[in-house]
T-cell receptor
Framework: ETGVTQTPRHLVMGMTNKKSLKCEQHLGHNAMYWYKQSAKKPLELMFVYSLEERVENNSVPSRFSPECPNSSHLFLHLHTLQPEDSALYLC????????????FGAGSRLTVL | KQEVTQIPAALSVPEGENLVLNCSFTDSAIYNLQWFRQDPGKGLTSLLLIQSSQREQTSGRLNASLDKSSGRSTLYIAASQPGDSATYLCAVEDGSARQLTFGSGTQLTVLP
């Protein structure tokens, strides 16, 4: 266990479904992140939260909706996704923003049919 | 916009060899550079973090160097073992955006 837990590990959904990815950390970290990892492409930063407030949204389509109810939990709500959204979605946390070691979860493998 | 390139994309070596993985970045105004390891189907594990003021960091058989002015970093793995087989990713933290920009990784296979 890395200290960051992601569920579910695998998810298959249709284009009209609504689902959510969950991330949980009990490391006492103040910053949490969502990354997208597609085949043969670099990791793409999607969202950054610091102390439960969103500080970065890297031009992510509105069909992805993040939620950070407290400093230990981060969600990614998914609706009306496209097949090209199929990827590994990684959650990470760090003590604070910037110049810190990131701790990653194992990822949620999403397949959109 | 920062771009990070890792060469080669894949590398296969026999067990026991010393090897070097390369990382280059286009904007030298960075706060730090990190090397990560990713096993198949898993998340990333941070291996080494080099602050912009540092030249190298060492952890066991791993040594990472940073030449900020030339936009280059290397990860040296001594006496490679089959357990070192994984994808190694380099990431730089930008000075302005304070975000990590990742390379596409080098997939390493160490043959027994």
């Amino acid at each position: 266990e890395t200290g960051v837990t992601q569920t579910p590990r695998h998810l298959v959904m249709g284009m009209t479904n609504k689902k959510s990815l969950k991330c949980e950390q009990h490391l006492g970290h103040n910053a949490m992140y969502w990354y997208k990892q597609s085949a043969k492409k670099p990791l793409e930063l999607m969202f950054v939260y610091s102390l439960e407030e969103r500080v970065e949204n890297n031009s992510v389509p509105s069909r992805f909706s993040p939620e950070c109810p407290n400093s230990s939990h981060l969600f990614l709500h998914l609706h009306t996704l496209q097949p090209e959204d199929s990827a590994l979605y990684l959650c990470a946390s760090s003590q604070d923003l910037g110049a810190n070691v990131l701790t990653f979860g194992a990822g949620s493998r999403l397949t959109v049919l | 916009k920062q771009e990070v390139t890792q060469i080669p994309a894949a590398l296969s070596v026999p067990e026991g060899e010393n090897l070097v993985l390369n990382c280059s970045f286009t904007d030298s105004a960075i706060y730090n550079l990190q090397w990560f390891r990713q096993d198949p189907g898993k998340g990333l594990t941070s291996l080494l973090l080099i602050q912009s003021s540092q030249r190298e960091q060492t952890s066991g058989r791993l040594n990472a160097s940073l030449d900020k002015s030339s936009g280059r970093s290397t990860l040296y793995i001594a006496a490679s073992q089959p357990g070192d087989s994984a994808t190694y990713l380099c990431a730089v933290e930008d000075g302005s955006a304070r975000q990590l920009t990742f390379g596409s990784g080098t997939q390493l296979t160490v043959l027994p």
